[in-house]
């Protein structure tokens, strides 16, 4: 009997403290994490790395086959349009057109007899008609094969620079193989690939700029010189941007790493943007705490998403105003009407509250 007396003791004693220990409901204040509704004109700045290229770059090759027998620049030599780029070995090219140039002649000389017989009566329009076509496909085949001699010679066709030797003396290429590759010199843009999110908000870009980081304390103004419609391979859509204002092409040359800076904006718009956190379900609505400073107290209010940025940010077009303060941490532990603190802003200039 006295075991189980000292058993209820230690038990109505472990009650007592656990009560004494429990807070005082009344007096309990639920800390949150708030932040204010800011206005969409400026939504957010967005990075990209780029690299510069040419604005005009072409892959040079022959028109016909052959094996090449002098390539006459080096990587990074300046050439200018119209400068021969490389040789391929005529000797085929040249015995052909030898060969047709003697069947030329002969086909000449037999419709310009028949051609005369016909002007003297003394032959059929049939084989008048027969000489002057022949004669004329001839002088195609002709034309043709000079052309191809000709096309034995590679040209630049721009002012430029030489970027790589694909294929060296003695090696044989098809028509159309590139040989050569170069870009020109009139002008240098950036290159980027941007998301499918950003490329359905590509209206709302106002401005961009890119660094360097051979040059970090400079900030070199872009403009949006074309969008690929199709996105790649790896779903990313392809924007070439050229230089707003001046620079260097001393020390900005195409192959350059830069960093691309994309400020999204809307002007036109009256929505809101608050973290997406502070967004909760309630009824099948979406709705957020609103913070009333005076009275220290949260208000249940259902708002409108129009949509979720990837910055993690959310973008309401009804419910709130710029200025208004929400829940943004601990929704879900509190209760419209509620009192509640907010925790303070983390300070950058004065960590650990020590001034």
């Given at each position: 009997?006295?075991?189980?007396?000292?058993?209820?003791?230690?038990?109505?004693?472990?009650?007592?403290?656990?009560?004494?220990?429990?807070?005082?409901?009344?007096?309990?204040?639920?800390?949150?994490?708030?932040?204010?509704?800011?206005?969409?004109?400026?939504?957010?700045?967005?990075?990209?790395?780029?690299?510069?290229?040419?604005?005009?770059?072409?892959?040079?090759?022959?028109?016909?086959?052959?094996?090449?027998?002098?390539?006459?620049?080096?990587?990074?030599?300046?050439?200018?349009k119209g400068q021969t780029i490389a040789l391929m070995?005529?000797?085929?090219?040249?015995?052909?057109?030898?060969?047709?140039?003697?069947?030329?002649?002969?086909?000449?000389?037999?419709?310009?007899?028949?051609?005369?017989?016909?002007?003297?009566?003394?032959?059929?329009?049939?084989?008048?008609?027969?000489?002057?076509?022949?004669?004329?496909?001839?002088?195609?085949?002709?034309?043709?094969?000079?052309?191809?001699?000709?096309?034995?010679?590679?040209?630049?066709?721009?002012?430029?620079?030489?970027?790589?030797?694909?294929?060296?003396?003695?090696?044989?290429?098809?028509?159309?193989?590139?040989?050569?590759?170069?870009?020109?010199?009139?002008?240098?843009?950036?290159?980027?690939?941007?998301?499918?999110?950003?490329?359905?908000?590509?209206?709302?870009?106002?401005?961009?700029?890119?660094?360097?980081?051979?040059?970090?304390?400079?900030?070199?103004?872009?403009?949006?010189?074309?969008?690929?419609?199709?996105?790649?391979?790896?779903?990313?859509?392809?924007?070439?941007?050229?230089?707003?204002?001046?620079?260097?092409?001393?020390?900005?040359?195409?192959?350059?790493?830069?960093?691309?800076?994309?400020?999204?904006?809307?002007?036109?718009?009256?929505?809101?943007?608050?973290?997406?956190?502070?967004?909760?379900?309630?009824?099948?609505?979406?709705?957020?705490?609103?913070?009333?400073?005076?009275?220290?107290?949260?208000?249940?209010?259902?708002?409108?998403?129009?949509?979720?940025?990837?910055?993690?940010?959310?973008?309401?077009?009804?419910?709130?105003?710029?200025?208004?303060?929400?829940?943004?941490?601990?929704?879900?532990?509190?209760?419209?009407?509620?009192?509640?603190?907010?925790?303070?802003?983390?300070?950058t200039s004065n960590i650990g509250g020590l001034l």
């Amino acid at each position: 009997m006295t075991r189980h007396k000292l058993i209820l003791t230690l038990s109505l004693l472990a009650m007592l403290v656990a009560c004494k220990h429990e807070p005082n409901e009344t007096n309990y204040i639920q800390y949150v994490k708030t932040a204010k509704a800011t206005d969409t004109s400026q939504v957010g700045m967005v990075s990209y790395p780029g690299k510069t290229r040419s604005k005009d770059d072409a892959n040079l090759s022959f028109r016909v086959s052959g094996p090449i027998s002098r390539v006459l620049v080096k990587e990074g030599d300046h050439v200018s349009k119209g400068q021969t780029i490389a040789l391929m070995d005529q000797r085929d090219y040249q015995v052909q057109l030898s060969a047709t140039q003697a069947e030329y002649e002969q086909v000449k000389a037999d419709a310009e007899r028949i051609m005369a017989m016909y002007a003297e009566g003394n032959t059929t329009a049939s084989n008048y008609d027969k000489a002057r076509y022949g004669l004329e496909q001839m002088t195609q085949k002709l034309s043709n094969h000079r052309n191809q001699l000709a096309d034995t010679r590679l040209y630049a066709p721009m002012d430029g620079y030489i970027q790589n030797i694909l294929h060296e003396a003695g090696e044989t290429v098809s028509a159309g193989m590139p040989v050569v590759s170069m870009f020109g010199s009139k002008g240098i843009e950036v290159e980027v690939n941007i998301s499918a999110f950003d490329y359905a908000n590509r209206d709302r870009i106002k401005n961009v700029y890119c660094k360097f980081d051979l040059m970090p304390d400079e900030e070199f103004p872009l403009q949006v010189a074309s969008i690929s419609p199709e996105a790649n391979a790896s779903q990313l859509y392809t924007v070439r941007l050229r230089f707003a204002g001046q620079y260097d092409t001393n020390r900005i040359t195409p192959g350059m790493s830069a960093m691309v800076y994309v400020n999204i904006t809307d002007d036109s718009s009256s929505n809101v943007m608050i973290p997406a956190t502070a967004i909760f379900d309630h009824a099948g609505n979406q709705n957020v705490y609103v913070y009333d400073k005076k009275s220290g107290t949260v208000k249940s209010r259902s708002v409108k998403v129009k949509r979720l940025h990837r910055n993690g940010n959310a973008e309401v077009s009804e419910g709130l105003a710029e200025g208004d303060e929400v829940v943004t941490a601990g929704v879900h532990h509190i209760t419209d009407g509620q009192k509640v603190t907010p925790l303070p802003v983390s300070s950058t200039s004065n960590i650990g509250g020590l001034l």
